[in-house]
Each structure stands twice: as C-alpha cells, then as structure tokens.
Nanobody, 129 residues
Framework: QVQLVESGGGLVQAGDSLRLSCAAS???????????MGWFRQAPGKEREFVAA????????SYADSVKGRFTISGDNAKNTLYLQTTELNSEDTAIYYC???????????????????WGQGTQVTVSS
C-alpha cells in the first residue's frame, strides 16, 4: 500500500504562486518498480480533471493544456515527495488538488484517473481575483 498526503494549498491572489507537495509513504517507489505520479484537480460542480504527471524515474512529463507553461511537476526520490509548482494562478485554478500514484511506469505518463492506483485526500487551492 502507498499513502499519499498533499500539502501546500491555500488562499492566494490572482497572479500568485504556490508549491504543492505530496508525500508518499508505505511501499514507496523506492522499493517498487518505477512508477508514475500525477496531479488532478476538481473544482466545485465540475468533474475531476488531469493537471500533470511524471514518470517517477525522472523521465517524461505530461501537462494539461490549461496549465502548460505555468505549472511544473517534479519529484524528489530521496524524500519520496512529488511537487507541483504553480505560477500565474487565476480563478479557474481554484479546486481541490489531488495527488495520485501508479505502481506502473507508463510512458507517456497517463492522463486518465483510472490509470492510478492510489490517491491522496487533496489540498484546497483558492485563487481570488
């Protein structure tokens, strides 16, 4: 089992930046075959949507068009932590952000939530305009 705990969300102004973190524990990717991790988000009244994903070996990344150029996904294998650096936030980025993990290394990193086996509880990001 893998436990994922997100942090770093908050209330910010439009144009601000936030760094979200996702700490993985349990049977982490340091012992599993290399896997894939990603960020998804869900805004009020909307479906969950893909944000970004990365092959945990430091390989390819994938981004939603809506965040490309503004968000950067990265991972620290030594800390078993996934990050999402967000910049130029706007009101449409307001959502609960979820970390997800797959024990399979999938290239390119998948955008479908069904590809991921483990999910965190989420961290709220609210952008005021």
């Amino acid at each position: 089992q893998v436990q994922l705990v997100e942090s770093g969300g908050g209330l910010v102004q439009a144009g601000d930046s936030l760094r979200l973190s996702c700490a993985a524990s349990g049977q982490t990717f340091s012992t599993l075959t290399m896997g894939t991790m990603g960020w998804f988000r869900q805004a009020p009244g909307k479906e969950r949507e893909f944000v970004a994903a990365i092959s945990w070996s430091g390989g390819p990344t994938s981004y939603a068009d809506s965040v490309k150029g503004r968000f950067t996904i990265s991972g620290d294998n030594a800390k078993n932590t996934l990050y999402l650096q967000t910049t130029e936030l706007n009101s449409e980025d307001t959502a609960i952000y979820y970390c997800a993990a797959s024990s399979n290394m999938i290239i390119p990193p998948p955008r479908g939530g069904s590809e991921y086996d483990y999910w965190g509880q989420g961290t709220q990001v609210t952008v005021s305009s």
